[in-house]
Structure formats: C-alpha cells, structure tokens
C-alpha cells in the first residue's frame, strides 16, 4: 500500500459529526440523502478516544457539528474530552436543543467557541427556510444567552436564492447578536442542496451584487465584526482549492465513526473509508485508501495535470468532479479550463422557484 | 518616549476572548488559536504571548524578556510591541488601559 512517508504534514481541523439528527430542515443541508440512524452513531468513549488521538495527531481545532450536536445528551462529556486534550472547541449548532443550563455545563467543560446558524434576517422567511416554525427566536434567545455567557459567537448563514438580497440585513442581525464573527456561505451543492440545487441557485446577477456587497460590508464594519465568505462556485471562473486539498489539512468523522477527506466524500463511489472504531485516526490519516486516493498529483487529468495552479487549487473539489462529470479524477468543472464547464454554466442559469424538499 | 508609548507601556495586554496559546508536539512548536485561524509563533512569540494574561503590564513584560534573553531593553521592546501591534490588529491580542 502506498505510504505517503514521513513527510506527510499532520491535519490540523476535525469536523466530528456527533449525529445527523436535527430539528430543522434546510433545504441546504450538505448531509448525505441517507442520514445515519441514532442506533448507529459512536458512543461517548469512542469520540473521547478521537479526540485524544486528534490532538496527538496535530489536530488544533475540533468543530462539533451535526446535524445538531446538542441532540447528544453526552456532548458536554464530548467537550470535556477534547478541551481537556488540548484542543480549540467549536460548537456549531442549529441553537435548537441548547438551553442556559447546558451552555453553563458546556462552558464548564471548557467550550472555547459557538457557531450558530441563522436562515434569513426576516422572520417569517427564516422559519420557513428552517422548516421550523419559531426557529428564528430560539435562535435570537439563545445568542443572548451565549454572549451573556462570554463565548465567543459566530453566525453562520448560508446564502441562497431566497436570502441572497438580504446580506446587509443579515450581518446587521449578526451584530444584534453579538457576534464577532460572520460567515456568509453561498450555498454548497452536496447532499440535499444538490436536490434542492433548481430551488436555491441565485442568478449570476444577484450573486455579483452579493459579492460586491460582502466587500461594501467588510469595509463598512472593520474593527465591529469580521467578515469571511464562501464564494458561490457555480459562478467562478477557477475552482477553490476544495478543503485545502484532499488528505492536506483536515478530517471529517461521520455520526457512525467513517473518516472522511471531506464532508461530501462518500459521493465518490468506490472509495473505501475506514472506521475510527477499526482504525487509530493516525493510521487514518496515513494509510486510509480514501485519504491517499487523491493526493499529490499522480492522479490528475488533463488540463490540470500540465496546469501551473494545480499546486494551487488541486484541480478544485473532488464530489464536484464527479457529481457533474461522473469522474472524481477530472478537474473540478467550475473551472473555464474544464471540457465540462457549459454544464456548470448550463446549471447556474436560475430555475424556476420551486418548493424545496425539506431535509428529512 | 512619546505619549502613545507610554500608555501602551502601562496597558495590560491579554489574549482576545476565545484565542488560545498551546502547544503541539506534533505541529512542531506554540501556535495561537482562533476560531477558523492559526498562528505559528516562534520561541519567543510564544514567551510574549504567555505573559499575556491580563496580569503583567507591557513594560513588566518587556523587562522580564530583557532579563530573560540578557538582550537590551529597547530592543525587546520594539519587538514586542510590533507583535502585539499586529496580533491586536488582527483582534487576537487586546490591551487593557493602565
Ligand atoms: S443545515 Fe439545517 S438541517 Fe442541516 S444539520 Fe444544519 S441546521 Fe440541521
Ligand atoms: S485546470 Fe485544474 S488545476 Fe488548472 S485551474 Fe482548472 S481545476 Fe485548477
């Protein structure tokens, strides 16, 4: 088996996926069409073993997601564990599920951050997103009570086709919050946003004056919130470099414990995951088949294998690659380079307002 | 020593709310964390960075170095106050007043 020697650098982010249960339902949720039952999620030691063989890795920041990780009753163990190992704690939560006792015990385990998600800046059109009535104020009510609490707070809001007008109106809610953070992610297409991808996809018009008004914004409010974006890759002309480039900076562990290079990788068919219940994470890291399957550039195509950004990029996202061309080693045809990019632009043309299939 | 100076001189620094110093064997040195970014720091970064605990003013600080590494006091002191300028720019570092 390919060993990719000593030199390999060591990750330095895990996304553990405490669980895919979630009291919301976004048409834009990344998580896989077929989420994995409780009866099959890791139990409190197997992720207290993670989280100790994470930071012994070179693992720096743990972000706790889901679905929605408070619908674990041992998720303050969970924090406990990887606090206690060392490593930076990011909560990202729907702020269902979060009450002020449990953010008091959280904040006792040694919670260093929270990340909460808003829809919209408009409370009728955000519960409607959430499909969750109420959502909009539970998520209002529990900010306060993080702030009140000195975490320190992001908002994250993943921007569609129903929003994408509001961006100044949501950094503006964020501030209200009290966050010191903003993310503003034009939305991916994995999972159950692929299917909802004809409901959410913003014109290419509304996108430019997002990203314009993300840089007005930036400029408006430096030194009140800090501003990080997604850019909206269907509309790009280069890919991102997906991940920092597969098997380079992170990985992801799903509700059932499959290491994964990405988020979306198990939309590659014929990569084989291994376990954190079979495997130590640096063995993981080293000898996993999926984690080696594209690095470096021995597996590249045309035209990145002669592209002077593929150092730069990786031939952008491997689900990408395959989920439009059906080759996870083609380059990622958000690319102008890729033979496949009329499709993309073929798809970002907007469709018609459809209703979205809320995720399960 | 200009004004501005001397307040900085007196002012308190400590890491922002939610920034963490740690070490890691396996990344090979001290690194300070925030949410979504990491900074490497070096020997002596990192001796600056674990005083900065709200406690110890910048001129407390700067003499304990001085004492430390035997160097001249404005020298370490010019260094020290270029890194905490550009990590406070970067809201990793805050500077309490006097
Ligand atoms: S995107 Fe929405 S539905 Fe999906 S896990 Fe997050 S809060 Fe739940
Ligand atoms: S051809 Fe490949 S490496 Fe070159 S820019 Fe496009 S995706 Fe990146």
Redesign the pocket.
Same mark, same amino acid.
Not at chain 1, 15 to 28: D, K, M, N, S, V
Not at chain 2, 60 to 68: E, H, N, P, R
């Given at each position: 088996m390919l060993d990719p020697g000593p030199l390999l650098p060591p990750p330095s982010g895990l996304l553990a996926e405490l669980t895919h249960r979630c009291p919301l339902g976004c048409p834009y949720c990344s998580n896989p069409l077929a989420l994995e039952p409780k009866s099959v999620e890791l139990d409190t030691l197997a992720w207290v073993r993670v989280m100790h063989e994470a930071s012994a890795l070179g693992v720096l920041h743990v972000h706790l997601s889901g679905g929605e990780p408070a619908a674990r009753r041992d998720l303050e163990e969970i924090v406990r564990a990887a606090s206690g190992a060392g490593l930076y704690t990011n909560l990202i939560t729907s702020g269902i599920g979060l009450t002020p006792v449990r953010l008091d015990a959280l904040k006792e385990a040694g919670l260093d951050h929270i990340q909460i998600s808003v829809q919209d800046a408009e409370q009728g059109s955000a519960d409607r997103i959430a499909g969750y009535a109420g959502a909009f104020r539970r998520k209002q009510k529990l900010a306060a009570d993080v702030v009140a609490r000195c975490f320190p707070l992001t908002v994250n809001a993943v921007i569609h086709r129903a929003n994408i007008g509001r961006v100044a109106d949501i950094v503006e809610l964020a501030l209200e919050m009290g966050a010191g953070r903003i993310e503003i992610a034009h939305a991916q297409y994995y999972g159950w946003a692929l299917k909802n991808r004809a409901a959410l996809m913003p014109s290419r018009a509304q996108v430019e004056v997002a990203v314009a008004e993300v840089e007005r914004l930036r400029a408006v409010h430096r030194g009140r919130i800090v501003i990080d974006s997604v850019a909206p890759d269907y509309h790009a002309r280069? *890919?991102k470099p997906c991940m920092g480039g597969w098997g380079r900076r992170s990985l992801n562990v799903t509700p059932a414990g499959r290491a994964l290079p990405c988020h979306a990788a198990e939309s590659i068919p014929g990569l084989d995951f291994w376990s954190v219940a079979e495997h130590s994470l640096e063995d993981i890291w080293r000898h996993s088949p999926a984690f080696n399957a594209f690095r470096g550039e021995a597996w590249m195509r045309e *035209? $990145?294998r002669s $592209?002077e +950004? +593929?150092g730069q /990029?990786f @031939? @952008?996202c491997r689900c990408q690659a395959f989920l439009l061309t059906g080759d996870a080693r083609a380059? /990622?045809p958000v $690319?102008h380079?890729?033979p496949n990019h009329e499709r993309v632009a073929a798809l970002a043309a907007v469709g018609e307002d459809e209703p979205y299939l809320h995720r399960a | 020593m200009s004004v501005d100076t001397i307040i900085f001189a007196e002012g308190k620094p400590r890491l922002a709310r939610g920034v963490r110093l740690r070490h890691s064997e396996a990344q090979g040195g001290w690194v300070l964390l925030a949410p979504e970014r990491i900074f490497e720091c070096d020997a002596v970064a990192a001796e600056v960075l674990k005083r900065c605990t709200g406690e110890a003013s910048f001129g407390q600080i700067v003499d304990d170095l001085a004492t430390i590494y035997d160097a001249p006091r404005e020298q370490i002191a010019g260094d020290v106050e270029a890194l905490l300028a550009s990590l406070a720019e970067k809201r990793l570092v805050e500077v309490s007043d006097a």
């Amino acid at each position: 088996m390919l060993d990719p020697g000593p030199l390999l650098p060591p990750p330095s982010g895990l996304l553990a996926e405490l669980t895919h249960r979630c009291p919301l339902g976004c048409p834009y949720c990344s998580n896989p069409l077929a989420l994995e039952p409780k009866s099959v999620e890791l139990d409190t030691l197997a992720w207290v073993r993670v989280m100790h063989e994470a930071s012994a890795l070179g693992v720096l920041h743990v972000h706790l997601s889901g679905g929605e990780p408070a619908a674990r009753r041992d998720l303050e163990e969970i924090v406990r564990a990887a606090s206690g190992a060392g490593l930076y704690t990011n909560l990202i939560t729907s702020g269902i599920g979060l009450t002020p006792v449990r953010l008091d015990a959280l904040k006792e385990a040694g919670l260093d951050h929270i990340q909460i998600s808003v829809q919209d800046a408009e409370q009728g059109s955000a519960d409607r997103i959430a499909g969750y009535a109420g959502a909009f104020r539970r998520k209002q009510k529990l900010a306060a009570d993080v702030v009140a609490r000195c975490f320190p707070l992001t908002v994250n809001a993943v921007i569609h086709r129903a929003n994408i007008g509001r961006v100044a109106d949501i950094v503006e809610l964020a501030l209200e919050m009290g966050a010191g953070r903003i993310e503003i992610a034009h939305a991916q297409y994995y999972g159950w946003a692929l299917k909802n991808r004809a409901a959410l996809m913003p014109s290419r018009a509304q996108v430019e004056v997002a990203v314009a008004e993300v840089e007005r914004l930036r400029a408006v409010h430096r030194g009140r919130i800090v501003i990080d974006s997604v850019a909206p890759d269907y509309h790009a002309r280069y *890919p991102k470099p997906c991940m920092g480039g597969w098997g380079r900076r992170s990985l992801n562990v799903t509700p059932a414990g499959r290491a994964l290079p990405c988020h979306a990788a198990e939309s590659i068919p014929g990569l084989d995951f291994w376990s954190v219940a079979e495997h130590s994470l640096e063995d993981i890291w080293r000898h996993s088949p999926a984690f080696n399957a594209f690095r470096g550039e021995a597996w590249m195509r045309e *035209p $990145c294998r002669s $592209c002077e +950004r +593929r150092g730069q /990029d990786f @031939g @952008g996202c491997r689900c990408q690659a395959f989920l439009l061309t059906g080759d996870a080693r083609a380059a /990622d045809p958000v $690319c102008h380079l890729s033979p496949n990019h009329e499709r993309v632009a073929a798809l970002a043309a907007v469709g018609e307002d459809e209703p979205y299939l809320h995720r399960a | 020593m200009s004004v501005d100076t001397i307040i900085f001189a007196e002012g308190k620094p400590r890491l922002a709310r939610g920034v963490r110093l740690r070490h890691s064997e396996a990344q090979g040195g001290w690194v300070l964390l925030a949410p979504e970014r990491i900074f490497e720091c070096d020997a002596v970064a990192a001796e600056v960075l674990k005083r900065c605990t709200g406690e110890a003013s910048f001129g407390q600080i700067v003499d304990d170095l001085a004492t430390i590494y035997d160097a001249p006091r404005e020298q370490i002191a010019g260094d020290v106050e270029a890194l905490l300028a550009s990590l406070a720019e970067k809201r990793l570092v805050e500077v309490s007043d006097a």
